[in-house]
């Protein structure tokens, strides 16, 4: 019996990719005829007839505008069961200062990595500290597919494993490294949208042998893997010692500018060396760290950090929305939604930002709800 | 008698008997004589309607349908015993592979044989 693809495995990554999910229509489907359906998948997985079925295409406006291509819920379960498998493997070459789609990272931990690394540079705000953000320009539509399972499979076959299990894993990652969703795939949503979408953005301008789709778990990890190169470069051979990254989100600090300049120039040579990427001319920021550091929803200064202005743009048109006649939505849901972004606010400098919110943009819904002690967060109101 | 083509499934489905008794056992109190004895009673009464279908009653197809739908009892209640943590991922896994879904074809093609000839 094949050490990844079994039942045990297999339900496992079902069970996982379930989470969260359960109550979509497309999670109630196959969980209806859940035995079947699973053993259904194994046998062509084992026979290796399995290939990915047709994803919906989307357009997401916020933040920014994306195409999204969600898979069927079948191939969303082998993204998970490949990544289960590979997961650790990952883990153990990855750098610490990699924040994106990891366990016990995310962008909280990214932001206090970045706070601790100010307070070192500038010794404790007596010196003067210097940022560089990198973007790479359409990160996800050029990344190329063999360059990709070339480094699958070094990871792969690095491992202490036995061979089937090397073949197997491989195999998985063939098959969702190589699938390209623009061949088979449904528009769903408004279809003016997909013509805002910008070309370097958009699966289906990309090159046939580049890109991957965003929206899977898959492409994620990939992102990750491709990019612990550069990471460890950064790390290793630059010596760089104060570089986080989300995604491709980079950010590079320093006390020295004239050194900043050399490691953008030489991370830039890499990336287009080694990654066939290029960086974003126009999103490269080089500057000092009281001018401000935009980074995953928050202003990061030397001293302080303040929420992005975005996120509170975006709470507050929502209160104005829940406050409207027409709405019906339960306290208990709006309660979880305001201090959800309370609990965002709350890393940064923002106590009189959650004061003002409280004071004069809840209105009517401050009949139901209090402000709890430190305006942390919000409370229902006990009726007396 | 069952002829030689059924028999595996009656196989099957004793088996499966025989493992439910075995994890039934390691069932947490509350559930081992109320939930527990629900799964058994429902596999008991897949293997009771199984041999009614083959006593060579006029009913054969009505019994094989009924079967299958006590079937697919047996297994909702396995499903929700899992996710309550009576039975663990590697039990259920087992549970399938060797029982649940050969037994479940069995039964499939027998009613689609069966169907024909009603």
Known sequence: ?384 | MPTSQQLPLYHKLYQLIKFLYGIRSNFAKEYKYTFGDDVVVLAWGCIDLFLEANSGGKEKYLKISMLSVEFDKLKLRLRMGQELKLISIGQFAHLQENFISDSGRMIGGWLKENFAKA
């Open chain 1, 1 to 384: 019996m094949s050490e990844v693809l079994n039942y045990k495995k297999l339900y496992r990554a079902y069970l996982d990719c379930r989470k969260h999910k359960r109550r979509t229509v497309n999670a109630l489907k196959f969980e209806w005829d859940l035995e079947s359906k699973l053993s259904n998948l194994l046998a062509e997985l084992q026979s290796g007839e399995y290939a990915p079925g047709r994803s919906t295409c989307f357009v997401v406006e916020n933040p920014t505008v994306r195409e999204v291509f969600a898979a069927d819920f079948k191939d969303r379960i082998v993204h998970h069961l490949l990544i289960n498998e590979i997961e650790k493997a990952g883990e153990s070459v990855f750098i610490y200062d990699s924040f994106a789609c990891r366990k016990g990272k995310g962008t909280h931990k990214a932001i206090s990595r970045l706070k601790h690394f100010t307070r070192k540079i500038t010794d404790n705000s007596t010196k003067e500290c210097w940022y560089a953000q990198l973007d790479i320009s359409g990160f996800f539509m050029s990344i190329d597919h063999d360059l990709l399972f070339s480094i699958y499979e070094n990871l792969v076959t690095g491992q202490n494993k036995s061979m089937q299990w090397k073949r197997d894993v491989l195999w998985l990652a063939k098959v969702i490294v190589y699938h390209r969703p623009v061949d088979n795939y449904f528009k769903k949503g408004d279809r003016r949208l997909f013509a805002l979408v910008p070309k370097q953005k958009s699966l289906f301008e990309a090159l046939p042998q580049k890109g991957l789709p965003i929206g899977n778990y898959s492409s994620q990890f990939s992102g990750n893997l491709l990019l612990n190169g550069l990471d460890n470069f950064i790390k290793r051979s630059l010596k760089c010692e104060y570089y986080a990254r989300y995604v491709d989100d980079l950010v590079v600090l320093s006390d020295d500018l004239p050194k900043l300049w050399y490691y953008i120039g030489r991370i830039q040579e890499y990336l287009e060396t080694n990654l066939h990427m290029k960086l974003n001319q126009k999103k490269t920021k080089v500057k000092r760290l009281n001018e401000g550091l935009d980074f995953l929803g928050y202003f990061i200064k030397q001293d302080y950090s303040l929420v992005r202005r975005r996120v509170v743009t975006k709470l507050k048109s929502k209160l104005y929305s829940m406050n409207m006649a027409n709405n019906r939505a339960p306290a208990d849901q709006i309660l979880s939604v305001v201090n959800s972004y309370y609990g965002h606010f709350r890393r940064a400098a923002s106590y009189h930002l959650r004061e003002e919110i409280y004071e004069n943009h809840l209105g009517r819904l401050k009949e139901k709800f209090v402000l709890a002690e430190g305006c942390g967060y919000l409370e229902i109101k006990v009726q007396n």
